[in-house]
């Protein structure tokens, strides 16, 4: 049975790899959405939808409407908002290579700091007060204790453009939010996301060298890369290499549709941030093995210095987040592993493999 359609959510970044695995969980769930992304690291493929939101459309059995529109350009933005009835923005379109933001800040500030800018301008323009904002870990720094509460200052020591722009958008929502009570706003800090949905069709698809590590090990499991460089085995950690809060990218999308429904509440109270990791740190050695686990692969690697600007450790405190919104988050490290290393086997080269749907 069809469920009842629900308000109308608009996303952008809608085709990549949050975005995507959250539109699956809206879809489900009822809502109607309207994607905006203008394809700037997404696979086009050869029709009108990007080939992640066609799987997209495959995985759901629903359409999706899609606009390739940049947050850049105002106009066409606001035709977006004048042509459906929008009620609330999941905002995920940004630049997220950390080492490219230090070569190129300023594209990352266009893009991630004026981009949200203007949207929040249209929304404004169009009446449209309500906002999921895509933060991220990064924007504590450097912990200084650990679990990291939503308490834990943050913008002190984000060393590189790509967490600043995090962390500016963010100040600059709550300043709008507090500044007119007409406007309402939840920001979403995820710590790593990793994994794909369990269907194996649509996955994080990186161009060129993974930067990340799950993407890296999937790629050494299916033979696109040699080895694995483990950045640095003498951190202050059980087993010396850097500890991070994996979270499966299923569990992050269900959190942003619990995070709507406490948005969409009449008594929300206009401004709340909420960690959505599963509080447990593992080692890159912790992952290693997990990864082989799931996917029968041995996976090659060597000991190399520090990458600059890593932290040894890094896992949320997820207790607001259950409290307030009754998410936790479900799946384990080797199912993480297991759906990632369906959808790169099945994909070995992302969305570019095989036959384009
Ligand atoms: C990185 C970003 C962070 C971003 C997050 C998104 C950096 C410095 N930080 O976090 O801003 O929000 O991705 O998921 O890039 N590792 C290796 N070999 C590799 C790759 C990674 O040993 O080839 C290690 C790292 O040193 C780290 C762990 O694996 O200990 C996780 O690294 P990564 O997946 O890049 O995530 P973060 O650094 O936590």
């Given at each position: 049975m069809e469920a009842q359609?629900?308000?109308?959510v608009l996303v952008t970044g809608g085709a990549g790899f949050v975005g995507s695995h959250t539109v699956v969980e809206l879809l489900n769930n009822g809502y109607e959405v309207v994607v905006v992304d203008n394809l700037v690291n997404v696979y086009k493929g050869d029709g009108t939808l990007p080939?992640?939101?066609k799987r997209v459309e495959e995985i759901t059995h629903k359409k999706v409407l899609f606009y390739n529109v940049d947050l850049l350009n105002p106009v066409l933005l606001e035709e977006v908002f004048r042509m459906h009835k929008i009620d609330c923005v999941m905002h995920f379109a940004a630049l997220k290579a950390v080492g490219e933001s230090v070569?190129?800040?300023?594209t990352y500030y266009k893009n991630n700091v004026t981009g949200s800018i203007?949207?929040?301008e249209v929304m404004k323009k169009c009446n449209v007060k309500k906002l999921v904002y895509s933060s991220s870990a990064t924007v504590y720094g450097t912990p200084q204790s650990?679990?990291?509460t939503e308490e834990h200052p943050t913008g002190q020591g984000c060393t590189n453009p790509y967490g600043k722009s995090k962390y500016f958008v963010e100040e600059m929502i709550k300043d709008l939010v507090f500044s007119d009570e007409s406007w309402s706003?939840?920001?979403l800090r995820y710590f790593n996301p990793v994994g794909a949905h369990e269907s194996g069709r649509i996955g994080e698809a990186p161009s060129g060298i993974p930067n990340n590590l799950m993407p890296y090990i999937a790629q050494v499991a299916v033979g696109t890369r040699e080895k694995l460089k483990i950045f640095g085995n003498d951190y202050d950690?059980?087993?010396?290499?850097?500890?991070?809060d994996y979270i499966h990218i299923y569990d992050l999308a269900v959190g942003h549709i619990d995070a709507l429904k406490k948005l969409l509440e009449p008594s929300f109270s206009r401004w709340?941030?909420?960690n959505l990791g599963t509080g447990t740190g593992y080692s890159v050695l912790d992952v290693i093995k997990a990864f082989e686990e799931a996917s029968g692969k041995k996976i090659a690697y060597e000991i190399a210095p520090r990458r600059p600007g890593d932290i040894a450790s890094s896992y949320a405190d997820a207790q607001l987040a259950k409290k307030e919104l009754n998410w936790v988050a479900r799946k384990t490290l080797l199912d993480m592993c297991r759906d990632m290393w369906r959808w790169q086997s099945n994909n070995p080269d992302g969305y570019a493999t095989g036959p384009k749907v």
């Open positions: 359609r629900g308000p109308t080939v992640s939101l070569q190129i800040p300023l203007i949207l929040l650990l679990p990291l706003a939840i920001s950690t059980p087993d010396g290499t850097g500890v991070r709340k941030v909420y």
